[in-house]
Structures are given as structure tokens and as C-alpha cells.
């Protein structure tokens, strides 16, 4: 299994960015899809999750600037991201079940 993230970059400030998320060895089926993200010296943190139901989840740090989207039947998963900020800068992964390897998302001022 393999998942992949990419569409990662530099942007500045106020800019968006669509990251992308496919798998090789796994179907999205009715899986639940998350992204994540790491700065430097910080924990993972969840920024955007969907389940099977389509249900959503952001926290209040990315909420109504970040939208997650899920075409199932191409198992791809994307991750739209407006109004960027410098505090946005971090490592950003997929996880379904399994963990990607990231992409890098680096928001200049």
C-alpha cells in the first residue's frame, strides 16, 4: 500500500494551494480520510476529516478556509486550502488508514 501526497509548496500569505492524495493498494471504498499536519518541533495535528457518510470535521484554526473532498470511485482525496498564513506552514499527510509521506506547504509573509 501506498499512499501519496502532493501539490504541496511555497505561497504567500492570503494564497491557496490544492493538495492531492491517491493510493496504490487501497480503495477509499467507505473509508474515512484525513489530513494532517506538522510543523517543526510540533505534534501532527488533524486539519480536515470526512467519513464514509460524508460527515466533516475542521478544527476552529482551519475552519472555513480549508475544504476536504473525496471522489471515491477514483480514490483520490483533496485538500483545498484558502487564505493561507505563515502559521499554516507545515509537513501535510494523508492518512487512510496508512500515513503518506507528505508534502511540504511553506506560507511566506
Known amino acids: 500500500v501506498q499512499i501519496v501526497e502532493s501539490g504541496g509548496g511555497l505561497v504567500q500569505a492570503g494564497g491557496s494551494l490544492k493538495l492531492t492524495c491517491t493510493a496504490s493498494?487501497?480503495?477509499?471504498?467507505?473509508?474515512?480520510v484525513g489530513w494532517y499536519r506538522q510543523a517543526p518541533g510540533e505534534e501532527r495535528e488533524l486539519v480536515a476529516f470526512?467519513?464514509?457518510?460524508?460527515?466533516?470535521y475542521y478544527p476552529d484554526s482551519v475552519k472555513g478556509r480549508f475544504t476536504i473532498s473525496v471522489e471515491r470511485f477514483a480514490d483520490v482525496a483533496y485538500l483545498q486550502m484558502n487564505d493561507l498564513k505563515p502559521e499554516d506552514t507545515a509537513v501535510y499527510y494523508c492518512?487512510?488508514?496508512?500515513w503518506g509521506q507528505g508534502t511540504q506547504v511553506t506560507v511566506s509573509s
Open positions: 492518512k487512510i488508514i496508512y
Open positions: 493498494g487501497l480503495t477509499f471504498d467507505v473509508r474515512d
Open positions: 470526512v467519513n464514509s457518510a460524508g460527515n466533516t
